[in-house]
């Protein structure tokens, strides 16, 4: 993944390139949830994770947690990402 961009709650993190199976440094944010905004780009198409809005949702608690992405293939029109979230 080139260039994962995050957007969660309140703050804004870019990873920056990420290849498959690696894994980033934990990031402070001031709060997040179990989801948020995606965006990376593969093979010159972007890939986009957008949540329509944090409606019923709690924050999550203080601690580490680790959004595993997947990114799936999705043919000539580009790719698609799923999340799964761990706490760590």
């Known amino acids: 993944m080139d260039s994962l961009f995050v957007i969660f709650a309140d703050d804004e ?3 920056g390139d990420i290849g498959s199976g690696e894994t980033t ?4 944010v001031s709060r997040s949830y ?3 905004y995606i965006e990376t780009k593969v093979d ?8 329509i809005d944090f409606v019923g949702e709690s924050t999550l608690k203080t601690g580490n947690y ?10 000539d029109t ?4 799923t999340l799964a979230l761990r706490k760590d």
């Open 44 to 51: 010159n198409h972007t890939a986009v994770l957008q949540p």
């Open 78 to 81: 580009g790719y698609s990402l």
């Open 34 to 36: 179990r989801y948020a």
């Open 13 to 15: 993190v870019l990873y």
């Open 66 to 75: 680790t959004y595993i992405l997947d990114l799936i293939n999705s043919g």
């Open 25 to 28: 440094s934990y990031k402070t």
